[in-house]
């Protein structure tokens, strides 16, 4: 069974959020056909997303990140072949791994990246009370955790911000890992999920800015077929063009304006974060 996604890429009219969403629903769909397929009646099994596939935000050139989950003794060597080979015939890039419950959770407890792509997990087929079972259990042990999941994160972020730079005032931008980037947002929104009501303001207040990196970032990955999101000079007036604004100087500063409103709101928690005494569990 192929996957053509031709027709939406060709679509210039589905743009940013819009593009992300039918884009995810497509693979959806077709994902759940492959895990019928390969799968068939088997018990025990369900496929998750994870990440920002998880989230429904698939670029045009993300990564497609699933797990196939299962239960103890059961198994799925054959399932996880008649799965993968598929979406990497496609031309997908696939980030995929196998665990059992206990395997992820224990993951989890030690790696950030595994422990946050499980915050934004949702069930896409198989045993959907196993899925949700188990990423009912990863959030819970997130906000159980959250003293040493905060410092984590502020650290990941303090580290991340030193490799990619600014957002706002470089030339040429990360638009996702820079500071201001889209990161940020997702950052502070595992935050708010270690402690609810960590954000001074509402995560909505981030929306508007945090469309505008996206926007950019699905026009970029379209015009350069590339999983690239650094925006560097020759593609910015193609962004700007396809995302209906002017020139690439209006394109840059629309981007730094929404860079330094998620950049104030991340620098104000992380400051929070890293300068209020240790709390007891």
Not at 73 to 88: H, Q
Not at 163 to 171: D, I, K, N, P, S
Not at 199 to 214: I, K
Request: charged content about 25%; some cysteine.
């Amino acid at each position: 069974m192929s996957f053509d996604r031709t027709a939406l890429l060709d679509d210039t009219s589905l743009v940013g959020v819009e593009f992300c969403r039918r884009y995810a629903a497509a693979i959806d769909t077709w994902l759940a056909e492959l895990y019928a397929e390969a799968a068939g009646d088997l018990g025990g099994v369900a496929l998750l997303a994870r990440g920002g596939y998880g989230r429904s935000e698939l670029s045009p050139q993300s990564d497609v990140d699933v797990l196939l989950l299962h239960a103890e003794k059961v198994d799925v060597s054959t399932v996880a072949e008649r799965l993968w080979y598929p979406i990497w015939d496609a031309g997908l890039k696939l980030g995929h791994s196998v665990a059992t419950p206990s395997q992820a959770l224990s993951l989890a407890a030690q790696d950030l990246e595994t422990a946050t792509s499980f915050l934004d997990a949702r069930v896409l087929a198989g045993d959907v009370e196993l899925g949700e079972h188990l990423v009912t259990l990863a959030r819970s042990s997130w906000r159980n955790d959250s003293n040493r999941r905060l410092r984590e994160l502020a650290n990941s972020v303090e580290e991340r911000h030193r490799r990619a730079g600014e957002v706002a005032f470089l030339l040429e931008p990360d638009l996702k890992l820079g500071r201001g980037g889209m990161r940020d947002d997702h950052a502070l929104r595992w935050a708010e999920a270690a402690e609810p009501g960590l954000l001074e303001v509402s995560s909505d207040t981030l929306q508007s800015g945090y469309e505008v990196l996206l926007s950019a970032r699905v026009e970029l990955h379209r015009i350069t077929g590339r999983h690239s999101d650094r925006l560097l000079l020759q593609f910015q007036d193609d962004v700007a063009a396809a995302m209906g604004i002017d020139d690439a100087d209006d394109l840059m500063a629309a981007i730094a304006s929404a860079a330094r409103s998620i950049a104030w709101v991340s620098d104000s928690t992380w400051h929070q974060v890293r300068h209020r005494p240790r709390r007891r569990r």
